[in-house]
T-cell receptor
């Protein structure tokens, strides 16, 4: 099946710092999605990307769909304590969605 | 709008026992998914329904897992008999229409059922 490589696996950052994480795949995807999961809850959609090269923002979050359609990144600017959680990328080439293993973000106040 | 509802929140069983999980999707969502999330990993699709028909169950261990969505709304996922490696969070998700190739209907997840098999 399709595999997604998500990095870094975990991050510890100071409050106020910017954060960047990315996903790469050996397969071409038509859609990239970024989710955030907090303890005891299901993943919540943050940003959806549907076109190669697309750059989309949602508040302090910015994500891009790579030109090659095999990668995507998520940036968080000016991190705050409530940004803590696990961030998952997910890609779809057809109707099936494949998730990365997640990036665990810790924010030090 | 009300979100995806799942029950129970937690379940502890012994290996070889059976267990069932229930999911009520967001009203009007045609597509329903069951995902398995093992600790430290991303969700893995088990089965996808479009209304009451199965779209994809290629990763469902059919010797022990079964799922149904008889009236195209609620769904149940059953494991019988359970194994130690089935310990995971079972997430239900729904979308308006998850069968389009561009995946224009993002998934909305429930809070999951945490299963522990001892």
């Amino acid at each position: 099946g399709q595999q997604l490589n998500q990095s870094p696996q975990s991050m510890f950052i100071q409050e106020g710092e910017d954060v960047s994480m990315n996903c790469t795949s050996s397969s071409i995807f038509n859609t990239w999605l970024w989710y955030k999961q907090e303890p005891g809850e299901g993943p919540v959609l943050l940003i959806a990307l549907y076109k190669a090269g697309e750059l989309t923002s949602n508040g302090r979050l910015t994500a891009q769909f790579g030109i090659t359609r095999k990668d995507s990144f998520l940036n968080i600017s000016a991190s705050i304590p409530s940004d803590v959680g696990i961030y998952f990328c997910a890609g779809s080439g057809s109707y099936q969605l494949t998730f990365g293993k997640g990036t665990k973000l810790s924010v030090i106040p | 709008e009300a979100g995806v509802a799942q029950s129970p929140r937690y379940k502890i069983i012994e290996k070889r026992q059976s267990v069932a999980f229930w999911c009520n999707p967001i009203s009007g969502h045609a597509t329903l998914y069951w995902y398995q999330q093992i600790l430290g990993q991303g969700p893995k699709l088990l089965i996808q329904f479009q209304n009451n028909g199965v779209v994809d169950d290629s990763q469902l261990p059919k010797d022990r897992f079964s799922a149904e969505r008889l009236k195209g709304v609620d769904s149940t996922l059953k494991i019988q008999p359970a194994k130690l490696e089935d310990s995971a969070v079972y997430l239900c998700a729904s979308s308006l229409d998850g069968t389009s190739s561009s995946y224009n209907s993002p998934l909305h997840f429930g809070n999951g059922t945490r299963l522990t098999v001892t």
